[in-house]
């Protein structure tokens, strides 16, 4: 039977469980479609957020003009600066991380000329100052207005100390000008990294008005690696509606002159004016502000494109800050289940990054103004169409939704209101989704793995365990030795079942074979009274009639009698056999003594039959039974003879073989036919007979198997490989008189 | 008087071959089939000799419970198993039950009469009880003592319990000591019909365990290998 290669069961339970890989494809299908649909929900709130704020805002021109005075539709002119809306308060200490991404909006300056004064003639004396570079910020935030100043300066001058003058030094020059319309100028200067001290200075800049330092402003000092920073602080009620303000940074870079080198104006520069600043309208902050969103920008612009109001950031919250590594306490069992967690979250993590895109923590959408993005969607807002779009942010990290609704007022353009969101939010929402669907089917998959894995191992354990017992019930002679197997018999399942019924399957088969042994012995026993009737028979028919007690036939009837009890005793033989030999004890005999008393023995009593005895090594001794031995013999021999061809010797072989004696009984004449040799030893096979007269039952060998596996010993047969006679090589374990060291 | 034998067979070809062998031999012969009928005829005509088979109709053992209740009736009474089992447990069992003999079928029928024969003989020399000392009758080989009249063998002095077909084993080796008897021989002392070489080593095998009983080093039936036994003197 030709068996197919297959896979094992288990190959086969762990093919059928990676099917279970779908779920997660079908939750990454499900998830995009997901994202797709909560995309467009997403523009339509924000669709409607936008026509929300615009409906407020319709025909309401005031907003647009409120304390502000300009008109609207007038351009923006060069000495306006626009004062960019806050996030929050800023701290004066130098940290600009508080500045937000509006920080990012900073200009940059540049000193135009050198001041040519009668002081500092020799201008080549002092470095060159194209080093100078003012990185400027106007913002403002609930009642202050801010200023930072990111000062790049190769030689940062300090005020000295005990020096009264307030221009020997780095300092930065303010020009406000207060609600009655009068101009005030403020030095700001440090001494050292730190608050700076701010005096109200005369005209011409040289001397404070008064010594004392001004505490409505504030400003503060620090060092950086390419220069310093200022950030000022101006109190907004020091600022009118109208409010003017001209800024300027001063630079010394001479430690030993301490001369003035240059003014860098962060102001648009005008002679006869100073700038006005440029606030949102707090009307529209306040409107929006109860429409704030933590992840939404709102914006309000005018029809020049000005932002009237910001509220809001568009950047989302901070992204789950990744598990710090579990640090061992006391439980280990707590710190296991830590540790598998955290490193399984960085696995997952890094197989999200192959599936989704991730949403960009912080990215960067610093548009510095409305018209710096460009977008078709304002223009169209502003021609008074209701449009949205999506835009990468400006550093393409992440997608922006954008919506934009105009004002109306009348029938004219008001303005448009603006509103953003990122898709971070989405995309979070989405790989969260996605990430706890993974994990839990991961989870799930890797237990069920392992489950179908220890389940398979055991079937296959069971299997293979059923499948040796099975193997070892019956022996190499096709004996049962067990008739019940232990494997898994007592379970409820299939193979329980395939046991139990292998083991019904065993019992029967040991009852028929049973059966089919004691069979000669039934018969021998059913056949001996009827024999015994005609035996009986013939004798009393001879003493009751002498005359027919000298017939032949009388003679021959008995002849024929005797021969079926030989045939009987024959039968019975190996029964009989094996319960005597339970009963025999064994005895340590040396089988070279044996088997040559046995040579003697049988040539004084068949002086025709020539034998040949090969000694290859003596003693030999065995523990057994010599009278079992001696009926082995006699049964080889016997079978020897009967296949001798005439006139040839019967020859002994006698050697050892590691730790067994072997017999090897060798006779020439005709061969063992092909199939035969295992047969032979099989009860009832016979090979035919030479002489009529003398019954051949096959018992013999079967006799001389039986004698062989009893004494833990074998019998083989074989052609001899001169094809010419036939070699039988009976063996016994060799007397080992310590069975510890065996 | 003609000595009484009883014949317990449920084959009626066998039981009346038997009957009619006997009666011509010169014996009164009383024929049962069962178990129940031989028990109640024995115990109101005791026999002299019972030959029983073991099984009896339905009853696989009934030849030994019969022996058993006979045994009760009558401790010396001799009794010979006659039956086609064959197996040593048989054997043993019988023998055990204090049979005198245990004969296997098919049995040849002038063995039989000399077999009867032989026990009426010891019967009659118990009889005559073990006081009376004739010498022209007994056999002494070193520690060897053969009485032929009672048919007991002493070793050492003490007597073992034989079967008639031990005892003639042992009488025809012992009788011609150093000389080998032949399995053929063998066969033809214990008077059955087919004897293996088996059945002869059974015996033998028995026969020293009940010599090894009085004397563990006895050591005087040596086997030849092949052929068969003999007895030795000495060392």
């Known amino acids: 039977m030709k068996i197919r290669p297959n896979f094992s069961i288990r190959t086969k339970l762990l093919l059928v469980a990676l099917l279970l890989l779908v779920i997660p494809y079908m939750s990454y299908i499900y998830v995009r479609d997901m994202k797709s649909f909560l995309l467009s929900g997403q523009e339509d709130a924000l669709s409607l957020t936008s026509r929300a704020i615009a409906t407020v805002l319709h025909d309401r021109p005031e907003f647009f003009t409120d304390n502000v005075d300009i008109d609207i539709n007038r351009p923006l002119v060069d000495n306006e600066i626009y004062a960019y809306p806050l996030p929050n308060y800023i701290n004066l200490n130098g940290d600009l991380s508080d500045w937000g991404e509006q920080a990012k909006q900073a200009k940059s300056y540049f000193p135009k000329t050198t001041l040519d004064t009668p002081e500092s003639p020799t201008l080549s004396a002092i470095p060159d100052d194209q080093d100078l570079e003012i990185k400027h910020l106007l913002g403002y935030h609930g009642r202050f207005i801010y200023a930072l100043f990111e000062v790049r300066d190769r030689f940062v001058i300090f005020r000295q100390t ?33 608050r700076m001290s701010i005096y109200l200075m005369d005209s011409d800049w040289q001397y404070p008005i008064t010594g004392e330092a001004n505490n409505d402003l504030a400003a503060e000092l620090s060092l950086t690696d390419q220069g310093y920073n200022v950030e000022l602080r101006i109190p907004r009620f020091r600022l009118s509606s109208d409010t003017r303000i001209q800024m300027t940074v001063a630079n010394v870079d001479d430690p030993v002159s301490l001369k003035l080198n240059s003014l860098v104006s962060t102001t648009p520069e005008s002679d006869e004016d100073l700038s006005r600043v440029l606030v949102q309208a707090p009307e529209i902050s306040k409107i929006l502000a109860g429409l704030k969103r933590s992840d939404t920008r709102m914006w309000v612009i005018d029809k020049q494109k000005r932002p009237r109001a910001v509220v809001g950031n568009i950047i989302t919250e901070a992204y789950v800050s990744p598990r710090d590594k579990p640090k061992p306490n006391d439980s280990y069992l707590d710190y296991a289940v830590d540790i598998v967690g955290y490193y399984y979250n960085i696995v997952l993590g890094k197989v999200f990054s192959y599936i989704v895109d991730r949403p960009v923590d912080a990215f960067n959408d610093y548009a510095s103004s409305a018209e710096e993005r460009n977008d078709q969607i304002i223009e169209q807002a502003l021609a008074g169409k209701v449009s949205s779009d999506r835009r990468p942010s400006l ?49 799930v998959l890797l237990t069920v793995v392992g489950a179908i894995l220890l389940f398979a191992s055991r079937l296959t354990l069971r299997i293979r365990r059923l499948r040796n017992a099975t193997d070892n019930a019956i022996d190499r002679d096709g004996r049962i030795i067990n008739q019940r197997l232990s494997a898994d018999a ?77 045939i009987l005793r024959n039968l019975t033989e190996a029964a009989n056999l094996e319960q005597a030999m339970q009963s025999e004890t064994r005895e340590v005999f040396d089988l070279v003594d044996l088997i040559e008393n046995y040579v003697d023995g049988y040539s004084i009593s068949n002086p025709d039959q020539k034998f040949e005895v090969i000694i290859h090594s003596r003693p030999l001794n065995v523990e057994a039974a010599p009278d079992y031995i001696a009926q082995v013999l006699d049964k080889l021999v016997d079978n020897a003879i009967d296949f001798a061809a005439p006139g040839t010797a019967i020859v002994f072989k006698v050697q050892r073989l590691d730790k067994f004696a072997q017999i090897d009984v060798i006779n020439r004449g005709s061969i063992l036919p092909e199939g035969m040799s295992e047969r032979i030893f099989e009860p009832l096979v016979s090979l035919g007979r030479k002489d009529a007269q003398k019954s051949r039952l096959g018992m013999g060998l079967y006799v001389v198997k039986l004698i062989a596996s009893f004494h833990g010993g074998d019998v083989v047969a074989r052609n001899l490989s001169s094809a010419d006679g036939v070699i039988f090589s009976f063996s016994l374990p060799l007397y080992n008189p310590d069975p510890m060291n065996f | 008087m003609a000595r009484k034998v009883a014949i317990v067979e449920d084959d009626f070809d066998q039981r009346e071959n038997y009957a009619d062998a006997l009666s011509q031999s010169g014996y009164e012969v009383a024929t049962y089939s069962n178990r129940q009928d031989a028990l109640i005829g024995m115990q ?192």
């Open chain 2, 44 to 235: 109101k005509d005791m026999p002299d000799l019972a030959i029983l088979d073991i099984m009896l109709e339905h009853e696989m053992d009934g030849g030994f419970d019969l022996c058993r209740d006979l045994r009760a009736l009558s401790p010396t009474l001799p009794i010979i198993f006659l039956t086609a089992r064959d197996t040593d447990i048989d054997r043993v069992s019988g023998l055990r039950l204090d049979a005198w003999d245990y004969l296997t079928k098919p049995l040849n029928m002038q063995f039989l009469s000399v077999r009867i024969n032989s026990l009426f003989r010891i019967v009659d020399s118990l009889a005559k009880g073990s006081s009376v000392e004739n010498d022209s009758d007994v056999l002494v080989i070193d520690a060897l003592t053969i009485d032929e009249d009672s048919m007991s063998i002493k070793w050492q002095g003490q007597e073992l319990s034989l079967t008639l077909t031990e005892f003639w084993l042992i009488e025809s080796m012992a009788r011609h000591p150093g000389h080998v008897k032949t399995y053929e021989n063998m066969m033809q002392i214990t008077r059955q019909s087919y004897v293996e070489r088996n059945t002869i080593n059974g015996y033998i095998r028995r026969i020293r365990n009940k010599f090894k009983e009085i004397d563990p080093e006895f050591k005087n039936i040596q086997t030849v290998f092949g052929v068969g036994y003999k007895w030795n003197t000495g060392e």
């Open chain 1, 490 to 566: 007592k379970s409820g399942d299939e193979i329980g079942d395939l046991s139990r019924s292998v083991s019904d399957m065993l019992g029967r088969l040991s009852q028929y074979t049973k059966y089919l042994r004691g069979l000669p012995d039934t018969l021998a026993h059913e056949v001996s009274n009827p024999l015994n009737v005609v035996n009986s028979s013939l004798h009393n028919l001879s003493q009751e009639h002498p005359a027919v007690a000298d017939s032949k036939y009388l003679d021959r009837a008995t002849n024929g009698v005797n021969r079926i009890g030989a």
């Open chain 1, 395 to 443: 550093d393409n990290q992440a997608m922006i939704l954008m919506s934009a609704h105009p004002i109306f007022s009348g029938d004219e353009t008001l303005g448009a209101v603006i509103v953003e969101q990122s898709t971070n939010q989405v995309l979070q929402r989405q790989q969260s989704v996605l990430e706890n669907v993974i994990s839990v089917t991961l989870l």
């Open chain 1, 162 to 194: 005990g020096f009264l003058r307030v221009n020997a030094a780095d300092h930065i020059r303010v020009t406000l000008q207060d609600p009655a319309g009068q101009e005030k100028r403020y030095t700001l200067i440090a001494s050292e990294p730190g």
